[in-house]
C-alpha cells in the first residue's frame, strides 16, 4: 500500500471478509464508506472506530464523506491510490434522495475509471431502526435490486453473487430475513453484522439451529470498539471476542468477516 495523506477522508475502520470470488483478489480491502446522512455535512450521524483484521481473510476499511459529487471522486481517487479495493456503502436511512444521488456519483464513476474497484451495500439497521418512520432490512430492497447488477457491484462467494452486509440485525428473526433474501430471489452473498442475536458469541448450537440457512457467513463490529456492556476488545487489536465466533463460522464452513 500507498503512504496517504487524508484531506478529504475522515477516520475510518477495517473489516475484514473471508472471502470473495475471482473478482477480488486473497488479501483484498475494502473502505467501509459512510454514505452521508445530509449532503451539506462532513461529519456523519454515527463513527466507527478502528477493528482488526484476522488471518488470511479480507480487509474492509471505513470512511466518512459527503454527498459532493467531485469530493466522492476525490475519495475514489484517494482509496485506489492507498491500494484499496472498494468501498462497502454503509446506508442508515434509504429513503434520503442523496443516498441515490451519491450511490449514482459512485458507481458509474467507478465503473467508468477504476474497473477493478467494487462497491457493495452495508445496511445500516441500527441507525434505520432511529428514522421516522423507522426503517428496516425491506426498505433496503429497492436499493439492492437497482445496484447489485451494476457492473461497478461486488460479487462473491463460490457462485459470484452480489455481496450485501450489515450494522446490526435490525431485530429481526430468520423468518422475516428469509423472506426478505426470497424478495431477492435468494441471489445474493449475505454476510451479516447480527452480533446482537442471542447465543452469537458463544456460537451456541441454538444459535446456528435458528440462523444457518440464513447467512452465507457472518460479520461481527464489537472486536473494533472499547469493552463495554460485556462485549469488545480489551486494548487495541485484541480479537479474542472473535474467536469462538470464527471458530463457530470456521465449523459450519461459513466465511466470517472481523474489523480492524
Known amino acids: 500500500m500507498h503512504p496517504l495523506s487524508?484531506?478529504?477522508?475522515?477516520?475510518?475502520?477495517?473489516?475484514?471478509?473471508?472471502?470473495?470470488?475471482?473478482?477480488?483478489?486473497?488479501?483484498?480491502?475494502?473502505a467501509h464508506y459512510m454514505?452521508?446522512?445530509?449532503?451539506?455535512?462532513?461529519?456523519?450521524?454515527?463513527?466507527?472506530?478502528?477493528?482488526?483484521?484476522?488471518d488470511d481473510r479480507r480487509l474492509t476499511l471505513s470512511q466518512v464523506g459527503h454527498a459532493d459529487e467531485d469530493h466522492i471522486h476525490t475519495d475514489i481517487e484517494d482509496a485506489v491510490t492507498m491500494g484499496l479495493d472498494g468501498f462497502s456503502l454503509n446506508i442508515g436511512d434509504p429513503r434520503q434522495s442523496f443516498v441515490r444521488e451519491s450511490l449514482n456519483a459512485m458507481f458509474d464513476y467507478t465503473r467508468d475509471n477504476h474497473p477493478n474497484f467494487k462497491l457493495f451495500i452495508s445496511m445500516d439497521?441500527?441507525?434505520?431502526?432511529?428514522?421516522?418512520?423507522?426503517?428496516?432490512?425491506?426498505?433496503?430492497?429497492?436499493?439492492?435490486?437497482?445496484?447489485?447488477?451494476?457492473?461497478?457491484?461486488?460479487?462473491?462467494?463460490?457462485?459470484?453473487?452480489?455481496?450485501?452486509?450489515?450494522?446490526?440485525?435490525g431485530g429481526l428473526n430468520n423468518v422475516t430475513w428469509n423472506e426478505w433474501r426470497d424478495e431477492l430471489d435468494n441471489k445474493i452473498f449475505f454476510i451479516p453484522?447480527?452480533?446482537?442475536?442471542?447465543?452469537?458469541?458463544?456460537?451456541?448450537?441454538?444459535?446456528?439451529?435458528?440462523?444457518?440457512?440464513?447467512?452465507?457467513?457472518?460479520?461481527?463490529?464489537?472486536?473494533?470498539?472499547?469493552?463495554?456492556?460485556g462485549y469488545g476488545g480489551e486494548y487495541p487489536g485484541d480479537v479474542s471476542p472473535d474467536e469462538t465466533v470464527l471458530q463457530g463460522a470456521t465449523n459450519h464452513s461459513k466465511p466470517y468477516m472481523i474489523r480492524m
Open 35 to 54: 454514505v452521508c446522512y445530509r449532503p451539506a455535512l462532513t461529519l456523519l450521524y454515527k463513527s466507527r472506530s478502528c477493528c482488526r483484521a484476522k
Open 193 to 229: 453484522d447480527f452480533d446482537g442475536t442471542e447465543g452469537y458469541y458463544d456460537s451456541d448450537p441454538g444459535w446456528w439451529a435458528h440462523w444457518q440457512n440464513t447467512v452465507d457467513g457472518l460479520a461481527s463490529w464489537e472486536s473494533a470498539w472499547p469493552f463495554r456492556a
Open 6 to 30: 487524508f484531506h478529504s477522508l475522515l477516520p475510518f475502520a477495517i473489516s475484514l471478509v473471508a472471502f470473495f470470488s475471482r473478482n477480488a483478489s486473497a488479501k483484498a480491502v475494502f
Open 125 to 169: 439497521l441500527w441507525a434505520a431502526g432511529d428514522t421516522k418512520p423507522k426503517q428496516s432490512a425491506t426498505d433496503f430492497l429497492s436499493l439492492v435490486k437497482d445496484y447489485k447488477g451494476h457492473g461497478a457491484y461486488q460479487l462473491a462467494g463460490p457462485d459470484n453473487l452480489p455481496f450485501v452486509t450489515t450494522f446490526a440485525d
